[in-house]
Nanobody, 114 residues
Framework: VQLQASGGGLVQPGGSLRLSCAAS????????MNWYRQAPGKQLELVAR???????NYADSVKGRFTISRDNAKNTVYLQMNSLKPEDTAVYYC?????????WGQGTLVTVSS
């Protein structure tokens, strides 16, 4: 499975961005898609995940501000990020999980700064 993430950029505090992650290759219909992030000097952090059935989980730090969604017909997962804060600055990665099979996207940089 190959993942292509996009949508990162520079945004002011309080602004919004939408990240996309398009999957291609041998994709099983039942899977979990995840968004992780890694800020400079910090460990990789799970931001949000969504199952193929639509169940979602979020890190406490983004609850109420970020929304993960997916379009199964397009094999694409999205991360809508609102009310962005400087501490959301990080490289964001998407990850596909199907049992023991995992794939990572290349990462997209989100910078929140005035």
């Amino acid at each position: 499975v190959q993942l292509q993430a996009s949508g990162g950029g520079l945004v002011q505090p309080g602004g919004s961005l939408r990240l996309s992650c398009a999957a291609s290759g041998s994709i099983f219909s039942i899977n979990t898609m995840n968004w992780y992030r890694q800020a400079p000097g910090k460990q990789l952090e799970l931001v949000a995940r969504i199952t193929s059935g639509g169940s979602t989980n979020y890190a406490d730090s983004v609850k109420g501000r970020f929304t993960i969604s997916r379009d199964n017909a397009k094999n694409t997962v999205y991360l809508q990020m609102n009310s962005l804060k400087p501490e959301d600055t990080a490289v964001y990665y998407c990850k596909y999980v199907r049992g023991m099979v995992t794939s990572w996207g290349q990462g997209t940089l989100v910078t929140v700064s005035s």
